[in-house]
Each structure stands twice: as C-alpha cells, then as structure tokens.
C-alpha cells in the first residue's frame, strides 16, 4: 500500500545535539511534501514545504530538509536543537494537484535542557 | 489574518447520535479538508472540498459527509456515531491545490 514512513516514534536529545528525522513515501509521480510541527496544545503548523526546485528547502525556526527523489526520501534536519522544539514531527505528501494529505505517524521529538 | 477557525472545540456524544462539526477557512481560501486524528491510527485524511465539490474522498465509511458552501466554510457530519469514532477532527484550508495547507485547532469528539 502507498505510504508515508517515519522511521522514529521518539526521539530523545540534549540541547544543541543536531537533529535528524527520516521520512519516506511510496508514491510514483509527481508529489508535494511538507513538514507540520505540533507543540503541546496548539495546532499543526508548516515548518517547511517543497514542490518544485531546489531540492534543499529551508523553513523556519533553523530547519530544513532535503529532497532526494532517488530515494523517496523527505528528511527534517536541525543542526542545534533547542528545548522549545518539543513537539511532534510529521511528515505529509499530496499528489500532483491534489490537496488529500497523507501523513506519517508522527516523531516525538523530547529535547532535554 | 484570522486563521482557521472550528467549532464547537469539544463535544461529547452517546452513540447512535449524530454531530455536525463546523470549519471556517482562512479568508480567500477555496480549498477545505477534513483529517481525523486518533492516537492508534494518526492522521487519515476524510475528504477534500473544493468550491463547493468534493474532490477526493478518503477510506472512511458512508456515515462520514461532509459539504461546502459558497462562502468556503464547511461542515462534515458523522451519523450513526459509534466509539471509534472518537476523535479529534482537524479542518485544513488551501488557497487552491498544490498550496500549503493552514489547520485549525480541532474538534475533539467523545463519543461514549
């Protein structure tokens, strides 16, 4: 079945360690990809996006991801963590020019003072 | 800018009842979908609305529906409400396909 993987359902760092969180897809064609973050109590947000160009795409807050098509790979990376990126990570896909999102499980992302 | 904006935020309903939740997209954003969040199955996209027309539909059965009217905001419904059907329902909006997506802060559903 076609689907979005998150390798990590928990990831546990100390402040400034770099962060990197595998997401996957198994969809053919043409795909938008994009990272949403969700701090406790508060809605999904967009970190990031790609739909086209540059493969590396920076979003905010210091985090960017890489595109590797060969790969079907989508992967979030921080260089410096910091305890207010708590939260959960998820990586989702659309298709050509839909707008159904299909998501990952989620990373629980814990940063330790 | 007001963002997306759902409602009731909580609701509590015994099962075989039905519920009616509400979205209002962002302003100018035609696009409207519906996401039902559960902490075994994650996120699962229902349906998407695009102009008043739904424009794709996830595996969810027919007790699930949703509209759109002519001014973007949507509502889905769920009949027939069973325990599974607990949930927070999140509603997203897009300016049109192929733009990012904006979500609200969720309808949390009790059905008991």
């Known amino acids: 079945a076609q689907s979005v993987s998150q390798h990590n359902h928990h990831v546990i760092l100390s402040e400034a360690a770099s962060l990197e969180l595998g997401c996957n897809y198994s969809y053919g064609g043409t795909v938008n990809l994009f990272w949403y973050v969700q701090y406790p109590g508060q809605h999904l947000q967009l970190l990031l996006k790609?739909?086209?160009?540059?493969?590396l795409v920076k979003g905010i807050k210091g985090f960017e991801a890489e595109f590797i098509k060969s790969k079907f790979s989508f992967n979030l990376r921080k260089p410096s963590v910091q305890w207010s990126d708590t939260a959960e990570y998820f990586c989702?896909?659309?298709?050509?020019?839909?707008?159904?999102?299909?998501f990952g499980a989620g990373t629980r992302l814990t940063v330790k003072p | 800018k007001a963002g997306v904006t759902q409602t009731p935020r909580y609701l509590i309903k015994t099962r075989g009842q039905q519920v009616t939740l509400s979205c209002s997209p962002i302003s100018g954003h035609r696009s409207v979908s519906w996401y039902q969040q559960t902490p075994g199955q994650g996120l699962q996209f229902l349906f998407e609305?695009?102009?008043?027309?739904?424009?794709n539909k996830g595996n969810f059965p027919g007790r699930f529906s949703g509209r759109q009217f002519s001014n973007s905001r949507s509502e889905m419904n769920v009949s027939t409400l069973e325990l599974g059907d607990s949930a927070l329902y999140l509603c997203?909006?897009?300016?049109?396909?192929?733009?990012?997506?904006?979500f609200g802060q969720g309808t949390r559903l009790t059905v008991v």
């Open positions: 997203a909006s897009s300016l049109t396909w192929r733009t990012e997506a904006f």
């Open positions: 989702a896909v659309t298709r050509g020019g839909n707008n159904d999102m299909r």
């Open positions: 790609y739909f086209s160009g540059d493969p």
């Open positions: 609305y695009f102009s008043e027309t739904q424009r």
